[in-house]
């Protein structure tokens, strides 16, 4: 393709490109590590007694735990589920975010009263602390992590999402609009919702690092999936009964990838914001 | 004027506290509604193992000296008026009244979280400032390179990594606990309780770090770029002096309330680092609440970490009233027209 061109590839990319490659690729990592996780078979990770507790080979990247089970492929197993968690969680949040900060910068200062209330109540409560309750509430498992995530994490955006509607609220276009007689939710979907859809998409990139993290760590302290799925937090938290033993890889590699995917879903939220919104790139 | 900023001080804590109020009133509704809600039954989570020895009359009594028959209405009105009165129930696990529990367990996570919470502030600020004092050099794109990588940090995995390297390869700390096992209360000595509190504290450190440090980094350059900076170094100054006489005192305020406001994160991290270390603290009391369903517990320790992280915001919003020459005469001014 263009790579065998030496003239091209003399040429230096500009930003713009680059950041567009950077993304590319990352997404393309990303994609690769959720398929093999969904397509790797379970006999993959069955019991085998014959090679437990070894230590990282060539036989198995990540070494075997105390089943004999492949951690490689454990790990990834459980990477694909965390970021489905993660991805569900998020976009959940990200749909709550978008209805109210709509309503709190469009229905009037009632709602937006009412909805500045509800951010700082969510706030006002530590993530994890509310995280345990609202998986407690309904029993942990998959339900229970979605269902908290979604409802945790929203506030941030939400204030982000309210502040640019109030800003193109006051533009001439909306006055103008206002002025001949269109109503308050036309105005809100045909001139609004296509403002924020970009700030949306990168809103849900950015919080998709914190829902991943959040999924991980409850899931660590027991309230989260289930010990018989292969997620990350489950193997971590398997492996502190033996790491007192001396088996590091069983906790070291598995949070190190989850590590690099969080950072990658990072690294292209923040490169899709400087597509986006070259204003507030540098920040 | 000194009278008027009193007074705006005192109007802005009454408007606070209402606030609060209207908070922990929600808080406690909200919570107390998920908690009913929850699958996992309290009677069993009581009783344990034993639970088939429990005979169905003897389950209606407890449902009934329980009041687990009344609507939820009136459990949560029985329930919040006890509050009220200072009454947090008894906790099902550690079989004492939960302020008890509360208070115990707070005294180890507070000695826990404010060595975390002053050690992440000073090291975050010093790299935020060596960052922003050389930015785009090679020391600049470490710094913000560690602090990203340490946002997206598991800290519990954090903790996991300090527990092999330190407690098992080198054996310098122990592995967990607050206090060494099978050694009873009054032999303990504070040097086994520092022993055991260094690695849980450097976990919430290392995480805590990249916050104040990106912050602090992006302030200063904001401040070197500002024309005042440009004469000073015009006129010569350069280095330290430049800095001391002209950076140090507008980036200081914005990173100690950052710091202030980012108490609920620390309370998180807390939980996470608490658990892996098993350092007996609030956090840890959370997990075991919930994974045990122990309700009152559970409900206590919402309340009480709500009030925690209200109380670090209230304390970040008086020191810029108070310290900031800046927002002080913009109030007086404000009130003046």
Same mark, same amino acid.
């Given at each position: 393709?263009?790579?065998?061109?030496?003239?091209?590839?003399?040429?230096?990319?500009?930003?713009?490109?680059?950041?567009?490659?950077?993304?590319?690729?990352?997404?393309?990592?990303?994609?690769?590590?959720?398929?093999?996780?969904?397509?790797?078979?379970?006999?993959?990770?069955?019991?085998?007694?014959?090679?437990?507790?070894?230590?990282?080979?060539?036989?198995?990247?990540?070494?075997?735990?105390?089943?004999?089970?492949?951690?490689?492929?454990?790990?990834?197993?459980?990477?694909?589920?965390?970021?489905?968690?993660?991805?569900?969680?998020?976009?959940?949040?990200?749909?709550?975010s978008v209805i109210l900060g709509l309503v709190a910068a469009t229905m009037g200062?009632?709602a937006d009263?009412?909805v500045?209330?509800?951010?700082?109540?969510?706030?006002?409560?530590?993530?994890?602390?509310?995280?345990?309750?609202?998986?407690?509430?309904?029993?942990?498992?998959?339900?229970?992590?979605?269902?908290?995530?979604?409802?945790?994490?929203?506030?941030?955006l939400a204030r982000v999402i309210r502040s640019e509607v109030m800003q193109v609220r006051s533009l001439?276009?909306v006055?103008?609009?206002?002025?001949?007689?269109?109503?308050r939710?036309?105005i809100t979907k045909e001139h609004m919702l296509p403002h924020i859809i970009p700030q949306m998409?990168?809103g849900?990139?950015?919080?998709?690092?914190?829902?991943?993290?959040?999924?991980?760590?409850?899931?660590? #302290?027991?309230? +989260?999936?289930?010990?018989?799925?292969?997620?990350? %937090? !489950?193997? &971590?938290?398997?492996?502190? $009964?033996? #790491?007192?033993? +001396?088996?590091?890889?069983?906790?070291?590699?598995? %949070? !190190?990838? &989850?590590?690099?995917?969080? $950072?990658?879903?990072?690294?292209?939220?923040?490169?899709?914001?400087?597509?986006?919104?070259?204003?507030?790139?540098?920040? | 004027?000194?009278?008027?900023?009193?007074?705006?001080?005192?109007?802005?804590?009454?408007?606070?506290?209402?606030?609060?109020?209207?908070?922990?009133?929600?808080?406690?509704?909200?919570?107390?509604?998920?908690?009913?809600?929850?699958?996992?039954?309290?009677?069993?989570?009581?009783?344990?193992?034993?639970?088939?020895?429990?005979?169905?009359?003897?389950?209606?009594?407890?449902?009934?000296?329980?009041?687990?028959?009344?609507?939820?209405?009136?459990?949560?009105?029985?329930?919040?008026?006890?509050?009220?009165?200072?009454?947090?129930?008894?906790?099902?696990?550690?079989?004492?009244?939960?302020?008890?529990?509360?208070?115990?367990?707070?005294?180890?996570?507070?000695?826990?979280?404010?060595?975390?919470?002053?050690?992440?502030?000073?090291?975050?600020?010093?790299?935020?400032?060596?960052?922003?004092?050389?930015?785009?050099?090679?020391?600049?794109?470490?710094?913000?390179?560690?602090?990203?990588?340490?946002?997206?940090?598991?800290?519990?995995?954090?903790?996991?990594?300090?527990?092999?390297?330190?407690?098992?390869?080198?054996?310098?700390?122990?592995?967990?606990?607050?206090?060494?096992?099978?050694?009873?209360?009054?032999?303990?000595?504070?040097?086994?309780?520092?022993?055991?509190?260094?690695?849980?504290?450097?976990?919430?450190?290392?995480?805590?770090?990249?916050?104040?440090?990106?912050?602090?980094?992006?302030?200063?350059?904001?401040?070197?770029?500002?024309?005042?900076?440009?004469?000073?170094?015009?006129?010569?100054?350069?280095?330290?002096?430049?800095?001391?006489?002209?950076?140090?005192?507008?980036?200081?305020?914005?990173?100690?309330?950052?710091?202030?406001?980012?108490?609920?994160?620390?309370?998180?991290?807390?939980?996470?680092?608490?658990?892996?270390?098993?350092?007996?603290?609030?956090?840890?009391?959370?997990?075991?609440?919930?994974?045990?369903?122990?309700?009152?517990?559970?409900?206590?320790?919402?309340?009480?970490?709500?009030?925690?992280?209200?109380?670090?915001?209230?304390?970040?919003?008086?020191?810029?009233?108070?310290?900031?020459?800046?927002?002080?005469?913009?109030?007086?001014?404000?009130?003046?027209?």
């Open positions: 393709m263009q790579l065998s061109n030496k003239q091209l590839l003399k040429q230096p990319l500009n930003k713009r490109q680059r950041t567009l490659l950077v993304c590319i690729g990352l997404s393309i990592v990303v994609c690769v590590v959720v398929l093999t996780g969904i397509l790797l078979d379970e006999n993959r990770i069955a019991t085998n007694l014959e090679v437990r507790n070894s230590p990282p080979s060539l036989d198995h990247l990540f070494g075997t735990d105390w089943l004999g089970r492949d951690m490689f492929s454990r790990t990834l197993m459980g990477l694909s589920l965390s970021i489905g968690v993660g991805l569900t969680g998020a976009i959940g949040s990200a749909t709550i200062k009632v009263s009412i500045t209330w509800l951010i700082d109540l969510f706030l006002s409560v530590p993530h994890l602390v509310s995280l345990i309750l609202i998986a407690f509430a309904f029993g942990g498992g998959f339900k229970g992590i979605v269902l908290g995530i979604a409802l945790t994490h929203w506030p941030s001439d276009f006055q103008v609009s206002k002025k001949m007689g269109k109503s939710w036309w998409l990168v849900v990139l950015l919080l998709f690092p914190h829902a991943i993290l959040h999924e991980a760590a409850v899931t660590f #302290l027991g309230l +989260g999936l289930s010990p018989q799925e292969p997620a990350i %937090g !489950i193997i &971590l938290s398997e492996s502190m $009964r033996y #790491l007192s033993v +001396g088996m590091w890889w069983l906790a070291f590699f598995p %949070g !190190i990838c &989850l590590l690099f995917i969080v $950072r990658m879903f990072d690294k292209i939220g923040d490169n899709l914001r400087m597509l986006i919104d070259p204003h507030h790139a540098h920040r | 004027m000194r009278w008027q900023l009193t007074w705006n001080i005192v109007t802005f804590l009454f408007w606070k506290a209402i606030k609060m109020a209207s908070l922990l009133v929600a808080i406690s509704f909200i919570s107390f509604l998920l908690v009913k809600n929850s699958p996992i039954d309290p009677i069993q989570a009581y009783v344990g193992a034993d639970m088939l020895n429990v005979s169905q009359e003897q389950r209606e009594k407890i449902e009934e000296y329980w009041g687990l028959n009344q609507p939820v209405m009136e459990q949560f009105m029985s329930w919040s008026s006890a509050v009220l009165s200072g009454d947090l129930g008894t906790s099902m696990i550690f079989r004492l009244p939960v302020s008890e529990v509360i208070g115990e367990r707070f005294l180890n996570s507070i000695a826990l979280m404010s060595v975390a919470w002053v050690l992440s502030g000073v090291i975050g600020f010093s790299i935020g400032i060596l960052a922003a004092m050389n930015t785009g050099t090679w020391i600049d794109r470490m710094i913000k390179w560690y602090c990203y990588t340490l946002a997206s940090t598991p800290t519990f995995w954090m903790g996991l990594l300090l527990l092999i390297v330190f407690a098992v390869w080198l054996n310098w700390f122990p592995v967990g606990m607050g206090v060494p096992a099978g050694v009873l209360a009054e032999d303990v000595t504070i040097m086994d309780r520092i022993k055991h509190l260094i690695l849980p504290a450097l976990t919430l450190s290392i995480i805590g770090v990249a916050n104040v440090a990106l912050h602090t980094r992006q302030k200063l350059i904001e401040v070197l770029s500002s024309d005042y900076v440009v004469f000073a170094r015009a006129r010569g100054e350069k280095g330290f002096t430049l800095f001391w006489r002209h950076g140090l005192r507008n980036i200081a305020l914005p990173a100690i309330t950052l710091q202030f406001a980012a108490f609920s994160e620390l309370f998180g991290g807390a939980v996470l680092a608490e658990q892996v270390f098993s350092y007996p603290g609030l956090g840890q009391a959370t997990v075991e609440a919930g994974l045990r369903g122990d309700i009152p517990l559970l409900l206590g320790l919402v309340l009480f970490s709500a009030i925690f992280v209200f109380v670090g915001n209230v304390i970040a919003d008086l020191i810029y009233r108070v310290v900031d020459p800046r927002t002080r005469e913009g109030k007086s001014y404000a009130v003046k027209q």
